[in-house]
């Protein structure tokens, strides 16, 4: 489907649909789904668990094995939903990468977030950290960007169509 196959970060703060669109977008694609969540180690999901946001520190060892899978995943493409807050973790996720990655920003309000987050079972990110998430937030420059407001399948479809122009 594309030139080039590429790695395609689905970004955002939590609550943003980013498990949703980046399924939907993997099947689109032909491209494995991989949840950043999945890699955190088990440090990282105690610690938001009890209300702690994570530091640069511990998400560190959880970029960079992401990245890992990335490289995995270069020739072949793969979607990766990854929070990607900051422009130094978007560096780490892209090392080694050249152009065959691509970060997917989807962007929503903290009111409409926070209501996602209030519907939202079983997942071990707390409500309470997510003015934490928006406090860290560096919005991408270089991003194909979309709101959160948009139905994950409209999203979907105006992705693809970005990535085949």
Same mark, same amino acid.
């Given at each position: 489907m594309l030139k080039n196959n590429?790695?395609?970060v689905v970004m955002g703060?939590?609550?943003t649909g980013k498990t949703t669109v980046g399924k939907l977008l993997s099947e689109k694609m032909g491209y494995p789904f991989f949840d950043g969540d999945d890699y955190h180690p088990e440090e990282n999901i105690k610690k938001m668990k009890t209300g702690s946001p994570l530091d640069?520190?511990?998400?560190?060892?959880w970029l960079i094995r992401l990245n890992q899978l990335a490289? &995995?995943?270069k020739k072949s493409g793969a979607v990766i939903a990854c929070s990607a807050l900051?422009?130094?973790y978007r560096g780490l996720l892209r090392a080694g990468l050249g152009s065959n990655i691509?970060?997917?920003y989807l962007n929503g309000s903290f009111e409409l977030i926070k209501s996602r987050l209030e519907n939202r079972k079983g997942h071990f990110m707390p409500l309470e950290l997510l003015q934490s998430q928006f406090d860290t937030l560096e919005p991408p420059l270089k991003a194909l960007t979309y709101s959160v407001e948009d139905e994950p399948s409209k999203i979907?479809? &105006?992705i693809v169509k970005q990535l085949k122009q």
């Open positions: 590429k790695v395609l703060v939590s609550g640069d520190n511990d998400r560190k060892g490289l &995995e995943h900051k422009k130094n691509r970060f997917i979907v479809g &105006e």
